[in-house]
């Protein structure tokens, strides 16, 4: 028992030193014990450092399936990744070399929306009629709005919102441009950082 916690503990650390050097983290989990604690906790590392990453459900050709099963997984998995849910997530076997090539190919556009960049006029273009249509609400009396954004120079896509008020852009309007973001420009399988900043 000890030896197995041991090999645990240093499976774990090693997990946690390739995600720091990483891209695009290929997270694989065995599909016949399901999408445990472990491997959420090694998603949510590699989400809050940044990471790409791409949900690999290995031993699939184990599982027992109906023509609902997939989608039920799918499901399930993106409910315990909440709020960040555009995550390509493919299933595969790599006893019988199903999607094997599929699972390098999408963690390859991954690496690729992690790197994308927008320009600053496009962005600007695209962003601020969707904010226009819906501003954030209203504190205190207080309307706040957001006259420019622009892409970062970071190795991640992260955007700037320049407001007179930011401090009163809550969490919700955040995930509201991200959203916006992710809809416009391709950004599945990697967090998008928003801040908000003083005009």
């Not at 983290?25 to 399901?34: C, E, N, S």
């Not at 990471?51 to 997984?73: R, Y």
């Not at 954004?149 to 991200?178: G, H, I, M, W």
Request: net charge positive; hydrophobic share 40%.
């Amino acid at each position: 028992n000890k030896v197995k916690e041991d090999l645990e503990f240093y499976s774990v650390m090693r997990s946690v030193r390739a995600i720091e050097y990483c891209d695009v983290v290929i997270l694989v989990f065995d599909a016949t014990r399901g999408f445990d604690g472990q491997v959420q906790n090694i998603f949510w590392l590699a989400q809050r450092n940044n990471k790409g990453i791409v949900i690999l459900a290995n031993k699939w050709d184990l599982v027992e399936k109906d023509h609902k099963t997939t989608k039920e997984m799918e499901a399930y998995i993106r409910k315990q990744c909440e709020p960040f849910v555009d995550v390509p997530i493919v299933f595969m076997s790599v006893m019988t070399k199903q999607r094997i090539y599929k699972a390098i190919e999408t963690a390859v556009e991954v690496y690729e929306n992690r790197t994308r960049k927008v320009k600053t006029s496009k962005l600007n273009e695209l962003m601020l009629p969707l904010i226009q249509a819906t501003p954030p609400p209203a504190v205190k009396g207080k309307y706040v709005k957001i006259k420019f954004c622009t892409q970062l120079p970071t190795p991640y896509p992260s955007f700037a919102f320049f407001a007179n008020l930011p401090q009163y852009v809550k969490d919700p309007y955040k995930r509201f441009l991200e959203n916006k973001l992710r809809q416009n420009f391709d950004f599945t399988g990697v967090p998008v950082t928003i801040y908000i900043r003083k005009k």
